[in-house]
């Protein structure tokens, strides 16, 4: 089964773009599928459109009656997705507003399945872009993935702050048993939890890929949600943890 993860807030706008999208691809693979979104108090008519999406098509729909942000909703999304799934299953995590096209999903679920623990969409795969991205937020995004790269080296990954990526289900419910409520530890920090998955699962040995892909940007139909200086510092403060003091995270988990 494949299972795919959205966290959605506020994205009326976003959802009747994406969702036949995700049921063409899925549906084209022939293989069971579900997909499991977590409404994270949306003020808009998101939860409403999942309900009436959720009659055609797969969907469990996690509520959330107030906004929590995005490390919260998938803490729940991956948790949940740890109870459904059994081994050989493949989850999916992409963002919601539109600009991550469900046409990767079969390349990141093959490459999953070839013997890859994680694997990631990448812009900066050969092959890869980006789309409707400003020479701005390009340089600030750019920055911050050599900053990652700087301080936590991943052999196989260039791509570290986008959320597009499948996951081996074996090796996820490993690290949601071995961390448990801390496998999204830095939960308010905005965007931080996208990277604290890649250092958490790192640490009990998964092995990772990617594939290229072109963020689209520009079919962005939703404001932004990101806040960069919430995000910059939940960067800064997984340096420190990973690396101080004496190993920081890498001192306190150890694979058992």
Request: with cysteine; proline share 4%; hydrophobic share 40%.
């Amino acid at each position: 089964m494949i299972l795919v993860l959205l966290p959605a807030y506020n994205e009326e706008a976003s959802l009747p773009q994406l969702m036949p999208k995700l049921k063409k691809t899925l549906s084209a693979m022939n293989e069971e599928y579900r997909i499991i979104v977590c409404d994270d108090g949306s003020n808009d008519q998101t939860y409403a459109m999942l309900e009436q999406y959720a009659q055609d098509i797969p969907v469990d729909i996690i509520h959330h009656k107030i906004n929590r942000g995005l490390g919260e909703s998938s803490r729940d999304l991956f948790e949940r997705a740890s109870e459904i799934a059994v081994n050989g299953d493949v989850i999916v995590r992409l963002d919601c507003d539109d600009t991550h096209e469900p046409e990767f999903i079969p390349t990141i679920v093959a490459k999953v399945r070839s013997g890859f623990d994680v694997v990631t969409a990448s812009r900066f795969a050969p092959g890869g872009g980006q789309l409707g991205v400003s020479p701005y937020r390009a340089f600030i995004s750019r920055g911050a993935n050599l900053f990652m790269k700087l301080f936590f080296p991943i052999t196989g990954l260039e791509e570290y702050s986008c959320g597009f990526r499948g996951y081996r289900a074996e090796k996820l419910k490993e690290a949601i048993a071995f961390y448990g409520n801390n496998f999204i530890q830095l939960k308010g920090l905005g965007f931080t939890c996208t990277l604290e998955k890649l250092v958490k699962l790192k640490l009990i040995g998964a092995n990772f890929g990617e594939v290229p892909f072109l963020l689209r940007y520009d079919q962005k139909q939703s404001d932004s949600k990101m806040v960069s200086s919430i995000t910059t510092l939940g960067y800064l403060v997984m340096a420190v943890l990973y690396h101080w003091p004496w190993g920081g995270w890498r001192k306190m988990y150890q694979k058992r």
